[in-house]
């Protein structure tokens, strides 16, 4: 049997690429921004459409997809809901709220054999909301499904990236057995930070590195093994070292800000001097507290120690990687006196080279900085598809 995913709020298709990696048939998507329709047709080949997810089920209907043998996917932009305290205190978050009641709408009147839902607002990235959020989501689909949920770190399935996001996987009761556990659907983390666990990282203070920097995960791993009393028998001693940011994109074309090069979509933005001498006082890893006082001007550090740092370049992977990058909002490159370009923060997100991005640059950095990570979207693939074809 052949499997479908329809993907809600598709975006540039990190979810939809996902998914078709793992083994489904991505039957096309839908998105209210048009650049997104437009990358997402273009780049999956299949046809996506413009049109409000509220609206959506004749489309879905339309591309062939079957309700018996569907999913649907989507991470609804709801940081307005809730579920914790769901006081319609704003219109905008009224509006935002209404967005994963449109997606559940639409489960309850398509009845999926399965859906996931990423990352609800009001969750904090936390195990603990997530647990609680889960008994809210099974009710406002009629309790026809079994529901889990679960905190998820893309870093932990190989993405060179610390995205933490809120996952909800869940099958229709029909299709399962009695007492079935959906958490079975999670996949199981392939790699790990070693270096955050065995350094206790504080975000705040970073973690800078040598001039000449030689630990790599690998060696982070080896720490941490040589630290436990059973290193043979550890849990953790199969588990992969996380990729760092270097192994992503060390091999691109070096750039001072304002250049570009023959990479699709590896242009750098330029910089003011007072950002490039800022900078270019951090070591990679490293912060705003590095900056010499003669740059440093009217900067307060602990107000701007976000905004002033770079990543890691050897030891560790990226932080999540947002819609606006800039190299003063936190995404300085850890080598380059630069913020990363539109490549290398696909690079990060694990989009292929042959996924092209159009239009302005600040279009392309919405379109990489929105999706879910295909590797990460691609592991849960594999995990849910194995479940389903064991039923």
């Not at 997402?40 to 043998?69: F, K, Y």
């Amino acid at each position: 049997m052949t499997w479908q995913v329809f993907d809600l709020y598709c975006g540039a298709g990190g979810l939809g690429l996902g998914f078709k990696n793992a083994g489904f048939d991505c039957k096309g998507g839908v998105d209210f921004w048009e650049p997104a329709v437009r990358h997402n047709t273009r780049l999956l080949g299949h046809t996506s459409h413009q049109a409000e997810v509220a609206e959506s089920d004749q489309i879905i209907i339309d591309s062939g997809w079957n309700a018996d043998t569907g999913l649907l996917v989507g991470g609804p932009p709801c940081q307005g809901f809730s579920l914790a305290n769901q006081r319609r205190s704003s219109k905008k978050g009224a509006d935002q709220r209404s967005e994963v009641f449109n997606y559940v709408g639409l489960i309850n009147r398509l009845k999926p054999a399965s859906f996931l839902l990423e990352n609800v607002g009001g969750m904090k990235n936390t195990k603990n909301n997530a647990e609680k959020a889960k008994s809210t989501v099974a009710e406002l689909t009629e309790d026809d499904y079994h529901v889990s949920s679960k905190l998820l770190v893309a870093s932990d399935y190989g993405v060179p990236q610390v995205r933490r996001r809120v996952i909800f996987l869940a099958f229709r009761k029909d299709l399962v057995p009695d007492g079935f556990d959906a958490g079975r659907a999670f996949p199981e983390p392939t790699h790990h930070d070693f270096c955050k666990q065995v350094n206790s990282i504080n975000e705040r203070e970073g973690f800078p590195e040598h001039e000449d920097e030689s630990r790599d995960p690998a060696y982070w791993k080896s720490q941490f093994l040589k630290g436990v009393i059973s290193p043979e028998t550890h849990p953790k001693r199969h588990i992969l070292p996380a990729v760092s940011v270097s192994e992503a994109i060390e091999d691109l074309p070096e750039l001072e800000a304002g250049e570009s090069s023959e990479v699709p979509n590896h242009e750098a933005g330029t910089v003011s001097q007072e950002v490039a001498n800022r900078i270019g006082d951090i070591p990679p890893g490293g912060n705003v507290f590095h900056i010499d006082e003669e740059n440093l001007g009217v900067l307060d550090p602990e107000k701007s120690w976000y905004n002033y740092k770079r990543m890691n370049w050897v030891c560790r992977p990226a932080p999540a990687i947002p819609c606006e990058i800039r190299a003063a909002n936190g995404y300085a490159h850890p080598v380059q006196d630069r913020a990363i370009t539109p490549r290398e923060a696909a690079r990060l997100q694990t989009f292929p080279d042959d996924f092209v991005f159009e239009g302005s640059a600040k279009d392309q950095y919405r379109l990489i900085g929105n999706a879910v990570p295909p590797l990460l979207a691609q592991r849960i693939g594999e995990s849910v598809l194995a479940v389903l074809n064991s039923l």
